[in-house]
């Protein structure tokens, strides 16, 4: 019983798509180098507190983010950047075409 149940929470899991904010900017290829991300031509520093949020939507630490990745980003006042979504080739493309 409590198996059947956890199978159908992952399955729900499953099908729904995360929220992604549509106030934050799209950046391809976006290159990360601690404390730095290159996104769009412009070199970017990682605010202290940065939540990078990876395809599943889990947190993860900064030297865990790939090398390059297509992601949605925003910036602080300061211009730091303070969130990150990397992206799944879906959520890429659907980016790319706006």
Known sequence: M???FALSLGAVG???ARALPSDAKFAEDAEFR???VKA???VLR???GVRIYNE????V???TVPAKANVLFRTDINGDVSRVWILTDDE???YQDK
Not at 56 to 59: A, E, G, P
């Open 14 to 16: 499953a099908l729904a």
């Open 46 to 48: 990682l605010a202290v």
């Open 40 to 42: 769009n031509k412009q």
């Open 56 to 59: 599943r939507n889990l947190i």
């Open 92 to 94: 890429a493309k659907a």
């Open 61 to 63: 630490m900064p030297a």
């Open 2 to 4: 409590a198996l059947g």
């Open 34 to 36: 601690y404390p730095y």
